[in-house]
């Protein structure tokens, strides 16, 4: 069942939504060679906790860290480490959930670190812009599928690969509620939006094969031919005529 959240609840997504946006703003500023993704996640864990906010991801489902940091062939769920130190020429995909009085923000994106290849900068753009292809179908009275088909059409048409495993996913009370929203489908197919869902839409496109294995420690998600992966997500509302973001400032 696809929840229907009142105001009252969306105004408190929309903070823990903000909290998240300030934490991204920080990430801009931070991600560069030489810090490594555990300093980015204890940045994040300390804007997160100094807004009456707690990590989402922390403890969820065992895993150890505040945020996913998600290097190069990672697609999602990189662990944060001290021994990971970034060098110039990577993409670290940033993963970033609070949970505000109850209720959680849930976003990701991706970071060039230093200069990066061309076709490195392409990959990040068809992801970032494969995400508001899909949030240009939202609106009360679209389909899923509408959605699904837009990212991953687009993603598609630059020879990308759309990763299958993971989705996008609503939002609320729980960091994870249904629907599944997955990155490619047909159009007119799946439930029908109606205002006052929460969803995070979240493309992870790859450079080259859609296909992910998971590494021994249950978590590290990478690319089967270990070309680059990104990653961009939004928490948003959908409304009437459209959607409202709730994961900016
Ligand atoms: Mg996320
Ligand atoms: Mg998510």
């Not at 997955?182 to 493309?203: D, R, Y």
Request: hydrophobic fraction near 40%; charge should be negative.
């Amino acid at each position: 069942m696809i929840e229907i959240k009142s105001e009252r609840e969306i105004a408190l997504l929309k903070e823990a939504g903000r909290i998240v946006a300030l934490c991204h703003e920080e990430m801009k500023k931070q991600v560069r060679p030489g810090i490594s993704t555990q300093e980015l996640n204890d940045i994040c864990e300390r804007i997160i906790l100094s807004h009456d906010a707690t990590p989402s991801f922390k403890g969820y489902g065992g895993f150890p860290s505040a945020v996913c940091a998600s290097v190069n062939e990672v697609v999602v769920h990189g662990m944060p480490s001290k021994k990971q130190i970034l060098k110039e020429g990577d993409i670290i995909a940033l993963d970033i959930g609070a949970c505000y009085k109850g209720y959680h923000g849930d976003s990701a994106w991706s970071y060039a670190v230093g200069a990066i290849s061309a076709k490195d900068e392409l990959l990040m753009q068809v992801t970032h812009d494969s995400l508001f292809k899909g949030l240009e179908q939202v609106r009360e009275g679209a389909h899923l599928g509408d959605v699904s088909a837009a990212i991953g059409n687009y993603a598609k048409s630059f020879g990308f690969g759309v990763v299958e495993e993971f989705t996008g996913h609503g939002v609320g009370r729980n960091l994870h509620e249904d629907p599944a929203i997955f990155n490619f489908g047909e159009p007119g197919t799946g439930p029908i939006l109606k205002e006052g869902m929460v969803l995070a839409i979240e493309p992870m496109i790859n450079a080259g094969t859609k296909k992910v294995r998971i590494l021994n420690d249950g978590w590290t998600t990478v690319t089967r031919d270990k070309s680059k992966s990104a990653h961009f997500e939004h928490t948003i509302v959908v409304r009437k005529n459209g959607y409202e973001i709730l994961t900016t400032l």
